[in-house]
């Protein structure tokens, strides 16, 4: 943009904001990114109006950024003030006059004010991404030795990845902007209020294969759309088993509920850490067990009996199923939005995403600061992403080196997850339980020789409503088939305490409660 049409809309901009009543924002942020943009030259002297124009009136838009937002403008004085910065030239006072001279009402006032903050905010992000490509550049041509070929284009991806659909019809805010209420508009606040009611039904909830993390979900009964999904627990404690159960429990366990019906239904399971034939194989003896009841060898099966009986069973209900296994090492969070972005322009509608482990990603483009920062970004900016797609998203992480010295330090294990819950005890960032809607903590407790159990503990639940403490606590024990069975359709085998019988059976803690 020519530098004096650049300033001519920028100190009209900051004119015209200052008659919208009552004022709440200005554009002085981005005129003064403008002000370091516009270079001044050397023999120019502040306060000298008739030097340079260009100089004078950049000292003009400097002094109109630093006042403050309630400042009123005089418009005959700020107009002989830029008749004086213009000098000679006629043709740039006209420009002035023709912006700021003319009586606008409210719905044209606006109209300008968006209209111009659109085009300076595309111009300055435009300039930076010139300086990105100018930094890279020097240093290829120039500096090749200094350069780390190997992530050389995902370090430039990362850079350019947020200017990488901003035009001039890009509004400031809409690239990042999820959703908006009006309160002078009656439809905006009351399609606000039918969402916030649609949020309160059952629709569209995936009902988990176990009926005691179903009640911990409250009156939902299940995980919902859009809501983010953390487990935890310490090494060897059935993380990545539930992460891939409740893959299962989606797909058997419900039908598609579609946002929008012309898309195709698309659950995926991202592993960091097992290679796919592993889950398949581990979803094959899970499916097969929990249909027969009887432990099953999976040695004696054919590669492609056991591949159709997956598919079959997975896809039944009308999803289709993604799995994939990725090097974490250098994958950021921007390849993974890439991946579901392709997967949507193929007509897919992410319903679920399940990632063991997310904390694997690399954290290349997250926040960086004091130790867990980065963490708790990756987080949220995945959680964010998949909020605005309403795909409910799911993750386990490990729990913290304090949490293991309990463990080690003879706390009682039937009352671990009890103990952890709502106390931020994950590994590296302490301040991670403030980013997911959903926490579920858990720990398997070994009695004697040959019974393990399962506790499950309900941490934090973003939602209207409370959950009664009674269903904030289970316990499952892990059978001889299918780990642990699943008991939606049947009767319900969750537990009140380890050792204790079923809640189907009356839920008597175990005998040994009582010593």
């Known amino acids: 943009m020519d530098t004096k049409l650049l300033l001519v809309k920028s100190i009209t901009l900051l004119y015209r904001e200052s008659q919208v009543t009552p004022i709440t924002m200005n554009s002085a942020s981005i005129i003064n990114e403008i002000l370091v943009i516009i270079k001044v030259p050397e023999t120019y002297v502040s306060g000298d109006f008739a030097k340079d124009n260009v100089s004078s009136l950049r000292e003009t838009l400097r002094w109109m950024a630093s006042n403050s937002l309630t400042h009123t403008y005089d418009k005959s004085e700020l107009l002989q003030r830029l008749r004086v910065n213009c000098g000679n030239d006629d043709g740039l006072y006209e420009s002035f006059v023709q912006g700021i001279s003319k009586d606008l009402n409210d719905d044209d006032l606006k109209a300008m004010i968006v209209s111009y903050r659109k085009s300076l905010f595309t111009f300055t992000n435009q300039e930076k991404v010139k300086s990105i490509m100018k930094r890279y550049t020097n240093q290829v041509l120039f500096q090749p030795n200094t350069v780390d070929w190997r992530s050389l284009i995902s370090s430039i991806s990362e850079e350019l990845t947020p200017f990488g659909d901003l035009d001039e019809s890009t509004v400031a805010d809409s690239k990042h902007l999820v959703t908006r209420v009006n309160f002078n508009d009656f439809n905006s606040v009351r399609t606000a209020l039918s969402r916030g009611q649609e949020e309160q039904k059952s629709i569209g909830v995936f009902k988990m294969g176990l009926q005691g993390i179903n009640r911990m979900c409250g009156q939902f009964g299940g995980l919902r759309r859009g809501e983010s999904v953390l487990t935890s627990a310490l090494q060897s404690n059935y993380k990545s088993g539930l992460c891939l159960d409740m893959l299962r429990w989606a797909a058997v366990h419900n039908r598609p509920y579609m946002i929008d019906p012309e898309r195709k239904p698309l659950l995926i399971r991202m592993s960091l850490e097992n290679k796919p034939e592993q889950d398949i194989l581990a979803l094959y003896k899970s499916l097969a067990e929990n249909e027969t009841g009887l432990p099953v060898d999976v040695s004696c099966v ?36 890439a991946m579901i972005e392709g997967l949507e322009k193929d007509g897919y509608e992410i319903q679920l995403l399940n990632i063991d482990y997310l904390n694997m990603l690399s954290k290349k483009g997250c926040a960086q600061g004091p130790a867990g920062v980065d963490i708790r970004d990756l987080y949220r900016r995945m959680k964010n992403f998949c909020a605005k797609r309403q795909t409910t998203f799911i993750t386990p992480h490990q729990l913290s080196s304090q949490a293991k010295e309990m463990i080690r330090g003879g706390f009682n294990q039937a009352d671990f997850v009890k103990e952890i819950a709502n106390k931020g005890y994950y590994d590296g960032c302490k301040g991670l339980d403030q980013e997911p809607d959903l926490e579920i903590h858990q720990h398997i407790v070994q009695v004697g020789e040959d019974e393990k159990y399962l506790t499950l503990r309900r941490g934090k639940h973003r939602k209207t ?35 204790g019988s079923t809640i189907s059976e009356g839920g008597a803690p175990a005998w040994w409660d009582g010593m």
């Open 302 to 337: 054919t590669s492609d009996e056991a591949t159709r009986y997956v598919i079959q069973e997975l896809t039944k209900n009308g999803f289709h199923i993604d799995m994939s296994q990725y090097d974490p090492s250098e994958m950021t969070f921007y390849d993974v939005f």
């Open 465 to 499: 409503g409370e959950t009664p403490t009674r269903d904030l606590y289970c316990v499952y024990k892990f059978e001889n088939y299918a780990n642990i069975p699943d008991d939606i359709l049947g009767i319900d085998r969750s537990r009140k305490s380890v050792g």
